[in-house]
């Protein structure tokens, strides 16, 4: 059974750091790519990040370019997403999701990191609240 299970949300003052882990099973990272994605409520949902494995590609979208470092622990089937110099307009849910990349460019796959249609299996988000 394919799961994905989000951890490591919270409360953090502005300027902090959370790191997020998505745990993943039932697949291996060698055949897929693992994006970070949140949404606030009213609000779409949004890419972040995202990681091809085996050779660590990664993308992230501009907004969190410098603050958020995604990585990936291949022998625990875990996907981190270090968060620094968190602001308030980053509290969201925050969502893992995994996306196939079998026979597909791993280019083809980071440039394509934001299109939520070709991620699969979604994990159940966590909630990350940053106060002023």
């Known amino acids: 059974e394919v799961q994905l299970v989000e951890s490591g949300g919270g409360l953090v003052q502005t300027g902090g750091s959370l790191r997020l882990s998505c745990a993943a099973?039932?697949?291996s990272f060698d055949d897929y790519a693992?994006?970070?994605f949140r949404q606030v409520p009213g609000k779409e949902r949004e890419v972040l990040s995202c990681i091809s494995s085996p050779d660590g590609s990664t993308y992230y979208v501009d907004s969190v370019k410098g603050r958020f470092t995604i990585s990936s622990d291949?022998?625990?089937n875990t996907v981190y997403l270090q968060m620094n110099s968190l602001?308030?307009?980053d509290t969201a849910v925050y969502y893992c999701a995994r996306r196939d990349r079998r026979h597909i460019h791993t280019i083809v796959v980071i440039t394509s990191c934001h299109q939520q249609s070709e991620y699969d299996?979604?994990?159940q988000g966590t909630q990350v609240t940053?106060?002023?």
């Open 25 to 27: 099973s039932g697949f």
């Open 87 to 89: 602001k308030p307009e």
């Open 34 to 36: 693992i994006g970070w």
């Open 74 to 76: 291949n022998a625990k």
């Open 121 to 123: 299996y979604w994990g």
């Open 130 to 132: 940053v106060s002023s």
